[in-house]
């Protein structure tokens, strides 16, 4: 009744007074949406919704403290805005935990792990969580930047506590950016916190390798009761498990009594999880059931953070027009930037005496210019055949099958694009192709990147690849 009395100022109520509260919200995540990374988005506005809207407020409903905490302190100031727009007569905003009531895929996790700390380090593991944990791997020595301050916050809140509403915790970025250190921060803090904690971390590939000792020695049970027996495994480079089903299955089962027993799981990958290739559809859909969170490369501000932070540390001094010549660039990789300040580092102790700008570039001239290194279209080819997970023969000859026309397209932009080569040379590396054929892909592979934020990401991931 209340509501037929209720006189909202003209016009601009319009829109909004004829919208429900679903269609509000949906219309302000939409505008929302195009601003965000898609695994930033999906982190903190999945499972949102207006649970209450007065004449001048609305109350926010949002799955965690951490989510609620998060959006308030980030998007609040966008959500706002959006809403001037939409329904300028809404002045405040609250945000409050209550579950969602739009049926969602995700299934939420409500169940908390009392009996997390539950193992003791009696049995030898494969590795004793201590000792497979690079130490210099902290959060207290990870430079948090806006490139990777969701996964960062992901990853303290799962420390904090673990194989409840983040699990997994799906880390992906390019090389170098800091998945693995950020991974064992985690660990490192898991432990701290509990030292309880029976900690796995292996890398995919030593999973696979221990999976298949296992069963040449007789020990696949051995190997059960040591992996899913942990109460934390991490598991890095996801990625290098395409193409390999059985362990994909193995791992299946892993994940699966892990994750029921409110074990924490974290993975990382070098790509999100629908884009790891030939990986079952049902192991890409449980990466995606905790939280997916992005590591870009960093900005300039932040590879100045890193460069300064690093520098003080190991007790150098460099000028800071040095620290601006390397954070211009060294662009794409943190290890890189590392590697050229240790290098100056170097120099600058055996010289005993302050480095000047141009010295400093002849010094790193090897590591700076060394970057387009790749200058065959067959590297390139082979670069891209193994990123999708293709057979060099496929990629090259004549099958038209979708799965290999995508690859060949990007293979013949990039082999356009970074060697300069003539279309009909290309033409003929790809097994006699017509020139036009080589021109149509190139264009295609462009508007492509134009378009969509993430296959330019999946094309920026192999160029990466390539200049490595
Ligand atoms: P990835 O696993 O993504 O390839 P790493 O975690 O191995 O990358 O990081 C590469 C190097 O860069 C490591 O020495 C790591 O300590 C350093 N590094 C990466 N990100 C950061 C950061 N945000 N702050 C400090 N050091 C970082
Ligand atoms: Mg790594």
Redesign the pocket.
């Known amino acids: 009744m209340r509501l037929s009395y209720r006189v909202y100022p003209r016009e601009v109520t319009l829109i909004s007074v004829l919208m429900n509260n679903q269609q509000l919200w949906q219309a302000i995540l939409g505008s929302m949406e195009v601003s965000l990374s898609r695994a930033n988005f999906n982190t903190w506005f999945k499972n949102t919704h207006i649970l209450e809207r007065g004449s001048d407020y609305i109350i926010v409903g949002v799955p965690s403290t951490f989510n609620r905490d998060w959006i308030a302190a980030k998007y609040h100031q966008e959500i706002l805005k959006a809403l001037k727009s939409l329904a300028p007569e809404i002045k405040e905003i609250k945000y409050q935990l209550g579950s969602s009531s739009a049926p969602s895929a995700q299934k939420p996790v409500q169940k908390i792990s009392s009996d997390f700390p539950g193992h003791s380090h009696k049995e030898s593991g494969p590795a004793a969580s201590q000792t497979s944990l690079n130490p ?2 902290t959060f207290e ?5 806006k ?2 301050e969701l996964a ?1 916050a992901a990853s303290q809140s799962i420390a904090k506590n673990p194989g409840t509403q983040y699990n997994p915790l799906f880390i992906y ?12 921060a985690a660990g490192h803090r898991l432990v701290q916190n509990n030292p309880k904690t029976k900690l796995l971390y292996v890398t995919s590939e030593k999973f696979a390798n221990d999976y298949v000792n296992a069963i040449a020695q007789k020990r696949v049970e051995e190997f059960k009761k040591e992996y899913r027996g942990t109460d934390a495994l991490l598991i ?2 996801i990625q290098f498990m395409a193409g390999k089903e059985g362990f994909q299955e193995e791992f299946f089962h892993t994940f699966n009594e892990l994750r029921e027993r409110g074990k924490q799981i974290i993975i ?1 990958s ?1 790509r999100p999880p629908k884009e790891i290739p030939a990986i079952e559809q049902r192991l890409i859909s449980r990466f995606e059931w905790g939280m997916v969170a992005d ?1 870009q490369a ?1 900005d300039l501000e ?1 590879r100045m953070a ?1 460069l300064r ?2 520098m003080e540390k190991k007790g150098v001094n460099l000028t800071e027009d040095i620290l601006f010549y390397i954070a211009e660039n060294v662009v794409t ?3 890189e ?2 590697g050229a300040l240790n290098r100056l580092a170097v120099y600058q102790q055996m010289e005993n005496r302050g480095l000047v700008l141009d010295q400093a570039k002849t010094i790193l001239s090897s590591i700076i210019s060394s970057k387009k290194r790749i200058t065959s279209a067959k590297k390139i080819a082979e670069m891209v055949a193994e990123f999708y997970n293709v057979n060099m023969e496929d990629l090259i000859k004549q099958s038209r099958k979708k799965e290999f026309v995508k690859p060949r397209q990007v293979a013949m932009y990039l082999i356009r694009k970074e060697l300069e080569n003539s279309f009909p040379s290309i033409g003929d590396f790809f097994g006699g192709r017509d020139h036009t054929t080589v021109m149509h892909a190139v264009e295609k592979v462009d508007n492509l990147i134009k378009e969509k934020e993430n296959f330019k990401q999946e094309v920026d991931l192999i160029m990466d690849k390539l200049f490595v």
Do not use: A, C, S, W
Request: charged share 20%; hydrophobic share 30%; no cysteine.
């Open positions: 210099k791997y020595t990870f430079i948090i930047g490139n990777n960062h970025g390019g090389v170098g950016l800091g998945k693995t250190h950020l991974m064992q890095d480079d990382t070098d590591i960093p932040t890193i932070t690093k990789n943190i290890r930037l590392e």
